[in-house]
């Protein structure tokens, strides 16, 4: 709910979703209680540039379960989804807070398994664990709240007209393990990685905003809903190919299993923490080898931004409904 675009109880750049619906609710009963709200970051002017600050929570039975992943994992995962709205923003990482609840009769050492994972995650997109919060609760839980600095903070909302629209790596994975353990199945090794270690993109997400990059949000409730946030925020419409998506493998496998087209099934799922970037026509698919080689990761062109309003899908040019993850749906 943090963020740059809209002052509240306006505009706050933000799809259609009941989960979206109580966001804009909280907006106006907060009124001038509230700063600007709808981005990945909340964005503070500072001296040295702007801060950036956001916070993400990862509770047990909604977010993961504790048979499916180690206690590091479980703080790796939780620590990689919050640093991964500072990779949207294009900043780079100072630090991470973690406020820790657990039942309690919960082992210690769990405990510090879990924060071993969080300083893990922290230290690999250049941060350290600055501080947080240990309490019981009825389950497991992790808050993580991150703070970056942005030379050139990228929000949602400078998409335009003429612009194209890009991804980093490959979608669906992480669904494709949640799928499998839902079925009592174990996940492709290359899936359960996905899920329990997901790759905050911080490097790519500073060298897109340096190479120009208008417009920017991290894939946490998949393609089929987030792109109608970047949509929102800047008043574009956006027309995505299906056909040009890049696909995880094991989500191809997983997809056949439950009898879904590939691309649909990758779009329509979520945390796989990828950006979804709208950059200017003057980035051409001649520029994109040079990123994978700058950051280690493939940025693939899938659409275009037009005037109007919302995100057309389509698949072999006939249009396709899709949805993202919602809380509250």
């Given at each position: ?14 799809g259609?979703?009941?989960e ?24 503070i002017a ?12 990862s509770?047990?039975g ?10 590091e ?12 709205d ?15 609840s657990v ?11 879990l ?16 501080g947080?919060d240990?309490?019981t609760?009825?389950v497991?839980?992790a ?6 600095r942005?030379?050139?903070?990228v929000t ?9 629209v890009?991804v ?20 492709a ?14 490097a ?9 990059a ?8 998949g ?7 970047l ?10 190919d299906?056909?040009?998506?890049p696909?995880?493998?094991a ?14 099934y ?20 001649r ?10 990761v ?15 899908f ?11 993850f919602?809380?509250?749906?």
């Open positions: 709910m943090t963020g740059d675009r809209g002052r509240a109880g306006g505009h706050l750049g933000l259609p979703g009941a979206f619906d109580r966001i804009r609710a909280i907006a106006a009963a907060l009124g001038p209680a509230a700063a600007r709200l709808g981005d990945d970051c909340a964005l500072d001296p040295c540039g702007t801060l950036a600050l956001s916070t993400d929570v509770v047990e909604v977010h993961f379960r504790r048979e499916w992943l180690t206690p994992e479980i703080g790796w995962r939780a620590a990689a989804a919050a640093l991964s500072l990779a949207a923003e294009g900043a780079e990482t100072v630090g991470l807070l973690a406020a820790v039942p309690a009769d919960a082992p210690a050492a769990d405990i510090v398994a924060m071993r994972g969080v300083g893990d995650a922290a230290v690999s997109a250049g941060g350290v664990v600055l947080g240990l309490s609760a009825p497991w839980s808050a993580v709240t991150v703070v970056g942005a030379e050139r903070p949602r909302a400078g998409a335009r007209p003429g612009d194209r890009w980093t790596g490959a979608l669906g994975a992480a669904r494709a393990a949640l799928d499998a353990w839902r079925r009592g199945g174990e996940p090794p290359d899936a359960r990685r996905a899920f329990a270690h997901p790759e905050p993109r911080i790519a997400g500073r060298k897109l905003a340096a190479l120009g208008r417009a920017m949000l991290d894939l946490s409730d393609l089929g809903g987030d792109a109608a946030h949509a929102a925020a800047s008043r574009v419409a956006l027309a995505i299906l056909g040009l998506v696909v995880a493998p989500a191809v496998a997983e997809a056949h299993r439950c009898g879904l087209a590939p691309a649909r990758a779009a329509e799922g979520g945390e796989d923490y990828e950006l979804l970037v709208v950059l200017p026509p003057e980035f051409g698919d520029s994109a080898p040079d990123l994978q080689q700058a950051c280690g493939p940025v693939t062109l899938i659409g275009w931004v037009h005037d109007g309003s919302g995100v057309r389509s698949s072999r040019g006939a249009e396709v409904a899709l949805s993202g919602d809380h509250f749906r």
